[in-house]
């Protein structure tokens, strides 16, 4: 999107203030840019084109409810092709040439990670991930590298892998192989998993990483079913995953197969086949539904014309709006003012608000008045720890006869103890 006029970002307050009243009157608004890095093509394309209509959606009711400091939030979108080296160029157009003071994005943890460490930690630029899982994010924060100015609103791989673990056992998978994408999403999260896999009595029979974009797994799939194992879980995207899920069906292995989050997909199904994974089970993050939950369900699909239920989607939203409230709540544009924004809008005493243009005009209305608001999001009241992390509970389901269909959930409380049981590290504090 074009910003209808030319306003520098650092001097946006004082500009609304001053430029209102004759924006008005030639029938123009004031506005802020919103850097934007998803990956629209690619291996997580499906993810990202999701995710993407999300922020649009979000930023849309928050608009509609008046703007922050009465101007227009516009976006400035980049497709990272699902490819690093591409995401750090276009974060470094946006940071660098486009001076942006927040930047969404991305959607998988191998083009979030390089863009933190390569251009927003380095330049004191507010990120903020929908989907970016990997438990090295966290790392990073406990080692200072992010200046408090990376948030996520997705739980952390290093809580998947643990509820996966159990979920597998559960289901009488106790001798299982593992196939991950070979980048930092996928070795963090296999990791955990074997970790917390073996500690509750599991046996892993094999452990193999592939690299993304090959012709053919059939080197990988053969070394793996080579020892036997009972179970899959394969680590993957749905472009990658489908294509090791047909060598893996076609070369004999078993169908008792775990999936992780990114898996809960229709492309991926349509791809593989759905007579051949109706013993396919898998791990997402979950919601705790409240009106914005509703809302967005009953809105999305007549606005995006996609599945509210499609990876990344719900959360997506939420960090628009939690981006776009921040925003209102800063006293000035700048990455500091905005990540102060942010604790003020998810903190847990205040004024309880949700998704959507009616309860955005309360939102907005109370900031002005000096409240502080506790946004209950799409996935549920958001609050973030000290590393801009999230927690909730988590979705266990199943793909049967083509649909993926839920089992049930695991809460935040008792993720937390098992995770505890298990000697993992303990969460974060809020800030």
Same mark, same amino acid.
């Given at each position: ?6 306003? $520098?970002?650092?001097?946006?307050? *004082?500009?609304?203030?001053?430029? !209102? ?33 999300? *922020?649009?959606?979000? /930023? ?40 942006? $003071? ?12 390089? #863009? ?60 299982? !192989? ?40 059939? !080197? ?8 036997? $194992? ?18 893996? #069906? ?26 051949? *994974?109706?013993? !396919? ?21 007549? /606005? ?17 709006? #939690? ?36 309860? /955005? ?19 549920? @009241?958001?609050? /973030?720890?000290?590393?801009?992390? #999230?927690?909730? @509970? ?36 809020? @800030?």
């Amino acid at each position: 999107m074009t910003d209808p006029i030319a306003i $520098p970002l650092r001097a946006w307050l *004082l500009a609304c203030a001053l430029l !209102a009243p004759l924006a008005a009157a030639r029938g123009e608004d004031c506005s802020v840019t919103v850097g934007v890095v998803m990956e629209l093509t690619g291996t997580a394309g499906a993810y990202g084109q999701a995710a993407a209509k999300s *922020l649009e959606m979000a /930023f849309r009711d928050i608009n509609a409810a008046g703007g922050p400091h009465g101007c227009r939030i516009v976006t400035d979108t980049r497709d990272s092709q699902s490819q690093p080296s591409v995401a750090v160029d276009a974060a470094n157009q946006l940071v660098q040439l486009r001076k942006v $003071p927040v930047l969404v994005g991305g959607i998988v943890s191998s083009v979030t990670l390089p #863009i933190l460490t390569s251009v927003t930690g380095p330049a004191k630029v507010l990120q903020v991930s929908p989907a970016a899982s990997s438990p090295r994010l966290t790392e990073l924060g406990r080692e200072g590298r992010t200046g408090g100015l990376f948030f996520r609103t997705i739980t952390s791989d290093a809580l998947q892998g643990t509820v996966a673990a159990r979920f597998a056992l559960e289901r009488g998978l106790r001798r299982i !192989a593992v196939i991950y994408v070979n980048n930092d999403f996928g070795s963090q999260l296999q990791r955990e998993f074997v970790r917390a896999y073996r500690a509750m009595g599991g046996t892993v029979t094999v452990v193999t990483p592939y690299n993304e974009r090959q012709g053919s797994y059939a !080197a990988e799939v053969t070394a793996t079913l080579a020892q036997n $194992p009972d179970a899959l879980y394969l680590i993957s995207t749905p472009v990658d995953g489908a294509t090791i899920a047909r060598a893996w #069906i076609s070369q004999g292995g078993t169908r008792r197969l775990l999936l992780n989050d990114g898996m809960n997909s229709a492309d991926f199904i349509r791809a593989v086949g759905a007579k051949y *994974l109706n013993d !396919a089970y898998g791990t997402s993050s979950g919601t705790t539904p409240s009106a914005s939950t509703a809302y967005f369900n009953a809105e999305y699909r007549a /606005f995006a014309h996609m599945d509210p239920a499609s990876p990344a989607a719900d959360r997506a939203y939420d960090a628009g709006a #939690i981006v776009g409230l921040a925003l209102a709540a800063a006293s000035k544009p700048e990455p500091a003012a905005i990540r102060a924004g942010i604790l003020r809008v998810t903190d847990p005493r205040g004024l309880v608000v949700h998704a959507g243009r009616e309860e /955005f005009a309360k939102a907005l209305a109370a900031l002005k008045a000096g409240k502080s608001l506790r946004y209950e999001g799409v996935i549920g @009241p958001v609050a /973030f720890d000290a590393y801009g992390d #999230i927690t909730g @509970p988590f979705r266990l389901w199943r793909i049967q006869d083509g649909v993926v269909t839920t089992l049930g959930e695991i809460s935040a409380e008792a993720v937390a103890a098992l995770n505890a049981r298990l000697g993992a590290a303990a969460p974060g504090t809020r @800030p």
